[in-house]
């Protein structure tokens, strides 16, 4: 998955590092809110239609405030 990542971010495509974050957080993992931040910080600076939503999952998980 960090493959795909960086290819995604190497050719600014934003649209499509958001989803590779979103494909790298998988539910109950360690890494789920380091990877659903990462999408909706990308999804913030793109304007991104996603950015709602992955502000409901951090606050699920506790990473983010309302």
Do not use: C
Not at 36 to 52: G, K, M, S
């Amino acid at each position: 998955m960090q493959a795909a990542i960086h290819r995604a971010e190497e050719t600014g495509e934003w649209a499509d590092v958001i989803t590779s974050y979103i494909g790298a957080a998988h539910a109950g993992s360690p890494g789920e809110a380091f990877y659903l931040t990462h999408a909706y910080i990308h999804a913030l600076e793109a304007n991104d239609p996603r950015a709602p939503d992955l502000k409901t999952r951090l606050i699920a998980l506790g990473a983010e405030r309302r």
